[in-house]
Nanobody, 115 residues
Framework: QVQLVESGGGLVQPGGSLRLSCAAS????????IGWYRQTPGKGRELVAT??????IKYADSVKGRFTISRDNAKTVSLQMNSLKPEDTAVYYC??????????WGQGTQVTVSS
């Protein structure tokens, strides 16, 4: 099993920046992919950015050029969010997929972009 704990959400003005962090514990050696999804009321979770163990990175088109995902070490993945827009407002969830295809989620952290 893997446990994920997110931090770094909050309120920011349009055009501002936030950095989210996700700390993983447990069977981190079994992680194939780790990344971020987000969800707004009435919608399903959508991919924001993810890193696979070989190092491939994928971004949603809506965040390309503004967000940067990084695997800081074996236990931490971060999401640097710049030039934030009101439409980026959502609950952001850390997600991991293990080599055995098990999927785990963090508890989520709220990001609100508003003036």
């Amino acid at each position: 099993q893997v446990q994920l704990v997110e931090s770094g959400g909050g309120l920011v003005q349009p055009g501002g920046s936030l950095r989210l962090s996700c700390a993983a514990s447990g069977s981190i050696g079994s992680i194939y992919a780790i990344g971020w999804y987000r969800q707004t009321p009435g919608k399903g979770r959508e991919l924001v950015a993810t890193i696979t163990n070989p190092g491939a990175i994928k971004y949603a088109d809506s965040v390309k050029g503004r967000f940067t995902i990084s695997r800081d070490n074996a236990k931490t993945v971060s999401l640097q969010m710049n030039s934030l827009k009101p439409e980026d407002t959502a609950v952001y969830y850390c997600n991991t997929v293990l080599y055995g295809a098990q999927t785990y989620w963090g508890q989520g952290t709220q990001v609100t972009v508003s003036s």
